[in-house]
């Protein structure tokens, strides 16, 4: 079958397509026809040897996919670790979920990874429980990518005031017909300052981060008491700074979400499912899917995510 390969951890250019064997289904697993798989900020770790727990080329690309059940002919959107880009998948039962009937394949894709953590970075945040006592704050970086605009969509549901930064004006544009009240161009102004500024000083009672490095301290210093900062990425490549006076200040504090971990706990991933397929079907949530590559063109797709050139969620056609 042919399936995208990273041959070295040498970046997108090493990734070719390649005929394959076809996956051995172990015990839980299930084969997948797959015909598109979502690219991540991951993937793209991945081809240079920065994503933890991957075993060495060549590897099979990809972590999420939509396709067919190829016993039961069922539709269906999963997520892996590795292994997705190719002709069929073997899936664990327990990571695939139906695509709803109003779903293209390119879109339901572009779902598990998202949405998944955009909901758990709420959940973490304490605002997901139905009785909020008053409106919560949320800063959201990358605003305009595929986890960003996930974000916007559940935190319009849930009532939330948004914040989010993006290199690009016209990105905003695009999040804001979403649902976000206040886009940021951080090439144009320091967050920081403008979160402090449109809230009166108070700040935000969460921050989403995923840029590691002086992002870190500074979401910090955007919180309001009891805040927290939910980290889950450093796309700049450095390691998360503190700024430990702003923590003390404010009795405020960093907490880790790596989907890797809390998709394997059953009892996190049900409810979260639950919420998530309820609103599906209220057609309150829509994956926004910026750019469509066909397989043999993958490297360039990776290349926009590694440039920070996306909008919202880079597809990859493979049926
Ligand atoms: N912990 C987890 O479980 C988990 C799950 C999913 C994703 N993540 C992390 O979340 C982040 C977003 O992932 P995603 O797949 O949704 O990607 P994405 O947000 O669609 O794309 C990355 C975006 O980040 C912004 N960016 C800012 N600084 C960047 C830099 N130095 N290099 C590249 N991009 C930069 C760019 O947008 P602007 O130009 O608008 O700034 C770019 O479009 C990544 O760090 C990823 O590793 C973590």
């Known amino acids: 079958m042919k399936a995208l390969v990273i041959t070295r951890l040498s970046g997108p250019d090493a990734l070719e397509v390649r005929d394959v064997p076809e996956p051995q289904l172990q015990a839980g697993q299930i084969m997948v026809r797959v015909a598109a798989g979502g690219l991540n900020f991951a993937d793209f770790m991945t081809t240079k040897g920065g994503y933890p727990g991957t075993p060495p080329p060549p590897l099979t690309a990809g972590r999420e996919f939509a396709g067919v059940e190829e016993k039961t002919g069922r539709r269906v959107m999963g997520y892996a670790q590795w292994a997705a880009f190719a002709e069929k998948t073997a899936a664990h039962q327990h990571m695939l979920w139906p695509i709803p ?28 429980a139905t009785a909020n006592d008053r409106k919560h704050r949320v800063l959201i970086h990358a605003v305009a990518g595929g986890v960003g605009t996930a974000a916007v969509q559940i935190g319009k549901i849930l009532g939330v005031e948004m914040y989010g930064t993006s290199s690009s004006d016209d990105k905003l544009a695009r999040v804001k017909a979403l649902g976000l009240q206040h ?137």
């Not at 779903?103 to 605002?127: H, I, K, R, S």
């Not at 990776?302 to 969620?313: M, T």
């Open 101 to 128: 009937d109003h779903w293209t394949d390119e879109q339901a894709a572009a779902f598990p990874v998202n949405f998944f953590t955009a909901y758990l970075a709420y959940w973490q945040a304490g605002m997901t």
């Open 183 to 319: 886009g940021i161009n951080y090439k144009q102004h320091d967050y920081e300052e403008v979160v402090k500024n449109l809230t009166q000083g108070e700040g935000v009672d969460a921050a989403f981060e995923m840029l590691g490095g002086e992002h870190t301290a500074k979401s910090l210093r955007c919180l309001r008491p009891f805040g927290r900062v939910i980290q889950y990425g450093t796309a700049t490549g450095k390691p998360p700074q503190l700024d430990l006076r702003a923590m003390y200040a404010k009795s405020s504090m960093v907490q880790g979400l790596w989907l890797t971990y809390l998709s394997q706990k059953r009892e996190i991933m049900e409810p979260a499912w639950q919420q998530l397929s309820e609103w599906i079907a209220q057609k309150k949530l829509t994956p926004q899917i910026g750019h469509v590559f066909p397989l043999e063109q993958a490297a360039e797709a990776y290349k926009l995510l590694e440039e920070g050139k996306n909008y919202g969620k880079v597809v990859v056609k493979i049926a």
